[in-house]
């Protein structure tokens, strides 16, 4: 089954800096890895996914790499604001496959990065 | 449009005493999560419900059961709360499994 590590566990950066968080994952069929961001005292929200038939993906300061050899994936923050601190979550899963002792898919989340940015 | 809405926001329970949490979800979507999340270990699934009428579990069952009688509705009961289920529970759903989950804004429980 699958198993997502994510480090660092802590984060904190002046603004403006970029940030970058990693996950790790054990098992390489997994073909689905989203990241949540979640404020303190909100609901986790999806900013940004990527599938395994693609190496980076990029929305506005916010960019998802993924390198299927390592089994790791990234989150990258660049100018860094103080509404992006928050705690971040990645998981990874075999897109559309429900989790099953007998097939091994699992959807873990990581244990989260709490990042916090300076003014 | 509320998406994804929990109800109680917060509740506290002696231990032996049940409750139930109610999830509500306008998007039409097929499957529903039950997740606790707790300090330093992200968020686990509970159980989860591919549809109307069928549920399963996942990561962390035990304690807990579930009914998905309405496609709208998912229902998290604690027949008998402890300690240890004090958490803060999140509900999802999603259009596909596991894709794309919105979640709803959280119920915390204290069971003393």
């Known amino acids: 089954g699958e198993n997502v590590e994510q480090h660092p566990s802590t984060l904190s950066v002046q603004e403006g800096d970029s940030a970058v968080i990693k996950c790790t994952y054990s098992?390489?069929?997994?073909?689905?890895f989203p990241w949540y961001k979640q404020e303190l005292g909100k609901r986790p929200q999806l900013i940004i996914d990527?599938?395994?038939?693609?190496g980076e993906k990029k929305d506005q300061r916010i960019a998802v790499t993924l390198n299927k050899t390592a089994k790791h994936f990234s989150l990258h923050i660049t100018e860094t604001q103080p509404e992006d601190s928050a705690v971040y979550f990645c998981?990874?899963?075999?897109?559309?496959?429900?989790?099953?002792?007998?097939?091994?898919?699992?959807?873990?989340f990581g244990t989260g990065t709490s990042l916090t940015v300076i003014p | 449009n509320a998406g994804v809405t929990q109800t109680p926001k917060f509740r506290v329970l002696k231990t032996g005493q049940s409750m139930t949490l109610l999830c509500a979800q306008d998007m039409n979507h097929e499957y529903m999560y039950w997740y606790r999340q707790d300090p330093g270990m992200g968020l686990r699934l509970i159980h989860y419900s591919v549809g109307e009428g069928t549920t399963a579990k996942g990561e962390v069952p035990d304690g807990y059961n579930v009914s998905r009688l309405k496609k709208q509705n998912f229902l998290l009961g604690l027949e008998s709360a402890a300690p240890s289920q004090t958490s803060v529970y999140f509900c999802?759903?999603?259009?596909?499994?596991?894709?794309?989950?919105?979640f709803g804004e959280g119920s915390r429980l204290t069971v003393l």
């Open positions: 998981a990874a899963s075999k897109m559309g496959e429900l989790p099953s002792p007998n097939t091994g898919n699992q959807f873990y």
């Open positions: 999802a759903s999603s259009y596909q499994v596991f894709w794309k989950l919105f």
């Open positions: 990527i599938r395994s038939n693609v």
């Open positions: 098992d390489s069929a997994s073909n689905y």
